[in-house]
């Protein structure tokens, strides 16, 4: 019903930027909110940003909050994650999620809809 693919992953240096994007198709996602996940190694997924594609309802991970910022972009349907002053512990997987996910959305088990994932790598 929903499709989405992420891309913009790729190796930097801490204080670095990095713009990753999903790309969002089907039949219904317009009606939903969207949101970043990411999920390093031996750790569990964790909330990073949501938005809903009205680009109301702007949440923000206190972990990345004044770094990261959520958006979309209406006539690519794409939410996109900027990410500034990188850190080593941002290194993850990054994935984009879409649903409807009420008061719960920091848990990823209230997403209905996931991307592939796209790796970030931050060296220092």
């Known amino acids: 019903q929903v499709q989405l693919v992420e891309s913009g992953g790729g190796l930097v240096q801490a204080g670095d930027s990095l713009t990753l994007s999903c790309a969002a198709s089907?039949?219904?996602?317009?009606?939903?909110?969207l949101a970043w996940f990411r999920q390093a190694p031996g750790k569990e997924r964790e909330f990073v940003a949501t938005?809903?594609?009205?680009?109301?309802?702007?949440s923000i991970a206190d972990s990345v909050k004044g770094r990261f910022t959520i958006s979309r972009d209406i006539a690519k349907n794409t939410v996109v994650l900027q990410m500034n002053n990188l850190r080593a512990e941002d290194t993850a997987v990054y994935y984009c999620?879409?649903?409807?996910?009420?008061?719960?959305?920091?848990?990823?088990?209230?997403?209905?809809?996931w991307g592939q994932g796209t790796q970030v790598t931050v060296s220092s």
């Open positions: 999620a879409a649903g409807y996910p009420g008061g719960t959305y920091y848990s990823s088990g209230s997403w209905a809809y």
């Open positions: 938005i809903r594609w009205s680009g109301g309802g702007i």
């Open positions: 089907g039949r219904t996602f317009i009606m939903m909110s």
